[in-house]
T-cell receptor, first 113, second 112 residues
Framework: EADIYQTPRYLVIGTGKKITLECSQT?????MYWYQQDPGMELHLIHY???????EKGDLSSESTVSRIRTEHFPLTLESARPSHTSQYLC????????????FGSGTRLTVV | GQNIDQPTEMTATEGAIVQINCTYQ??????LFWYQQHAGEAPTFLSY????GLEEKGRFSSFLSRSKGYSYLLLKELQMKDSASYLC?????????????FGTGTRLLVSP
């Protein structure tokens, strides 16, 4: 079944550690996105990609980086985690053709202690 | 830029009907989406409008008026499981409509 997967679902990590949040989709979508969302707050776009080797920064400044080497894979990396990075990270993909919106992954809830 | 306004919070009773409004101001328009997001979970797609009028999907309907920059989501026969945030989103004309811009969401609480 075509879907979008994020791992890990939950992560607690110490300050200063390097982490990579994984996102993979099996729908062949060109466009992929990373959002950051604090509990009860709005979605903030931090990175997006229109295809392989294409990445752009989003509306919210972020210390994370992304890569898009394969269509189906869009990992997000934090080189040195800080408590201010504690949040939920949502990955989405889309064709954004007529009538098609985003499909979201189930998210990674990150806690930096 | 784009601006999307939704009420922050609404309450309703099980079995009732509730209308969640969304107004938007964009330099261009190419479709409006509604998403449902339960606490701690990812948003899920509910509806899409690109032409004026009402789109009905079971208990949920969505209306669009492009001239007024206005949409609403109508939920009928409310159930407890409808307690969630409802996000209005439009395509971003600044990126050739390749991204969605989300409102802050309306938190709906359904009580017995």
């Amino acid at each position: 079944e075509a879907d979008i997967y994020q791992t890990p679902r939950y992560l607690v990590i110490g300050t200063g550690k390097k982490i990579t949040l994984e996102c993979s989709q099996t729908m062949g979508h060109d466009k992929m996105y990373w959002y950051q969302q604090d509990p009860g707050m709005e979605l903030h776009l931090i990175h997006y990609s229109y295809g392989v080797n294409s990445t752009e920064k989003g509306d919210l400044s972020s210390e994370s980086t992304v890569s898009r080497i394969r269509t189906e894979h869009f990992p997000l990396t934090l080189e040195s985690a800080r408590p201010s990075h504690t949040s939920q990270y949502l990955c989405a993909s889309s064709e954004l053709t007529e009538g098609s919106g985003y499909t979201f992954g189930s998210g990674t809830r990150l806690t930096v202690v | 830029g784009q601006n999307i306004d939704q009420p922050t919070e609404m309450t309703a009773t099980e079995g009732a009907i509730v209308q969640i409004n969304c107004t938007y101001q964009t330099s261009g328009f190419n479709g409006l989406f509604w998403y449902q997001q339960h606490a701690g979970e990812a948003p899920t797609f509910l509806s899409y409008n690109v032409l004026d009028g009402l789109e009905e999907k079971g208990r949920f309907s969505s209306f669009l008026s492009r001239s007024k920059g206005y949409s609403y989501l109508l939920l009928k026969e409310l159930q407890m499981k409808d307690s969630a945030s409802y996000l209005c989103a439009v395509r971003d004309p600044g990126t050739g409509f390749q991204k969605l811009v989300f409102g802050t969401g309306t938190r709906l609480l359904v009580s017995p």
